[in-house]
């Protein structure tokens, strides 16, 4: 079946400008993470939504950054004045159900945000 | 606050050797997560270990889980230069959340 897509796969975009990255979690997994790797670095929890509750925005590196997830599904990470500091790969991944079984996170390709 | 400790953070090691990387966290958790990296790719899921004592075995790894140590150990045997790659691990918290180690990049050399 589809896994977890991410679009764009590439961007780049100048300082100052805002960005939107969109995230397809697998069809019917309820629970969805945005995560940021720099440049061989480890992964850095952005936020996490889980069905209808109130997201965890706990990882958000600044008010510049937000997401939202319309409808239960689909989820976009917005990045306000994007800074040179922003440049990473972020990467999405979505879960099944929550609080039961191995509640294992499916990734998606990311999208490598360049900021010049 | 959680702590996820990869050790090695990279290993360079022979074809056909022996290793053992280690990650400790430092507070309780009921799963534990194995992840492989290729250079430029997503994240594949190697193993999950859900039990203290839990031991999982896929080709030349396996993944072991200790939860009253707070350690998971990921071991190589007679790598071969298809496992280079780096290697994550991810402990379980809350409901359906998980924070990750640093990786560990792992270069096998002929």
């Known amino acids: 079946g589809a896994g977890v897509s991410q679009s764009p796969s590439n961007k780049v975009t100048e300082k100052g400008k805002d960005v939107e990255l969109r995230c397809d979690p697998i069809s019917g997994h309820t629970a969805l993470y945005w995560y940021r790797q720099s440049l061989g670095q480890g992964l850095e929890f952005l936020i996490y939504?889980?069905?209808?509750?109130?997201?965890?925005k706990s990882g958000l590196p600044s008010d510049r950054f937000s997401a939202e997830r319309t409808g239960g599904s689909v989820s976009t990470l917005t990045i306000q004045r994007t800074q040179q500091e922003d440049s990473a790969v972020y990467l999405c991944?979505?879960?099944?159900?929550?609080?039961?079984?191995?509640?294992?996170?499916?990734f998606g390709p990311g999208t490598r945000l360049t900021v010049t | 606050e959680l702590k996820v400790e990869q050790n090695p953070l990279f290993l360079s090691m022979q074809e056909g050797k022996n290793y053992t990387i280690y990650c400790n966290y430092s507070?309780?958790?009921?799963?534990l997560y194995w992840y492989r990296q290729d250079p430029g790719k997503s994240l594949e899921s190697l193993f999950v270990?859900?039990?203290?004592?839990a031991v999982k075995q896929e080709g030349r790894l396996m993944a072991s889980l200790d939860t009253k140590a707070r350690l998971s150990t990921l071991h190589i045997t007679a790598a071969v230069h298809d496992l280079s790659a780096t290697y994550f691990c991810a402990v379980g918290i809350n409901n359906n959340d998980m924070r990750f180690g640093a990786g560990t990049r792992l270069t096998v050399k002929p």
């Open positions: 270990l859900l039990s203290n004592g």
């Open positions: 507070t309780t958790s009921d799963r």
């Open positions: 939504f889980q069905g209808n509750s109130a997201p965890d």
């Open positions: 991944a979505s879960s099944l159900y929550p609080g039961q079984g191995a509640r294992e996170q499916y």
